[in-house]
């Protein structure tokens, strides 16, 4: 099993930047992709940015383009998401998620391709 916990979420207005960290433990060798996705009330979670862990493909949402990075350290199994220009429909509850197989391409941005999901960080951005 692995365990993934979420920290950094918070209020933050608009325009403004907010990092968030994930830290994996457990069986973290077979971790072989990781992710941030997103879901605000009454809508479908979506996905924000993900990487592959072997070669180090990212993938990042349209969305947020430009304006959130992922990064992450392998010695530590962290992922992190920096996220500058913070906009109000950036408000959502953030998970962090890993994957015991290398997703490439649009399998990483697919949410039932992975199998371990954090409880959650609310991310809330004033207008």
């Known amino acids: 099993q692995v365990q993934?916990?979420?920290s950094g979420g918070g209020?933050?207005?608009a325009g403004g930047s907010l990092r968030l960290s994930?830290?994996?433990?457990?069986?973290?060798?077979s971790i072989y992709a990781m992710g941030w996705f997103r879901q605000?009330?009454?809508k479908e979670r979506e996905s924000v940015a993900a990487i592959n862990w072997s070669d180090g493909y990212t993938y990042n949402a349209?969305?947020?383009?430009?304006?959130?990075t992922l990064s992450r350290d392998n010695a530590k199994n962290?992922?992190?998401l920096q996220m500058n220009g913070l906009k109000p429909e950036d408000t959502?509850?953030?998970?962090c998620t890993a994957a015991r197989r290398p997703l490439y391409g649009s399998q990483l941005y697919a949410p039932g391709n992975y199998d371990y999901w954090g409880q959650g960080t609310q991310v809330t951005v004033s207008s």
């Open 4 to 6: 993934l916990v979420e």
């Open 22 to 29: 994930c830290a994996a433990s457990g069986r973290t060798f």
């Open 78 to 80: 962290t992922v992190d």
């Open 40 to 42: 605000a009330p009454g």
């Open 11 to 13: 209020l933050v207005q």
């Open 62 to 68: 349209d969305s947020v383009e430009g304006r959130f």
């Open 92 to 95: 959502a509850v953030y998970y």
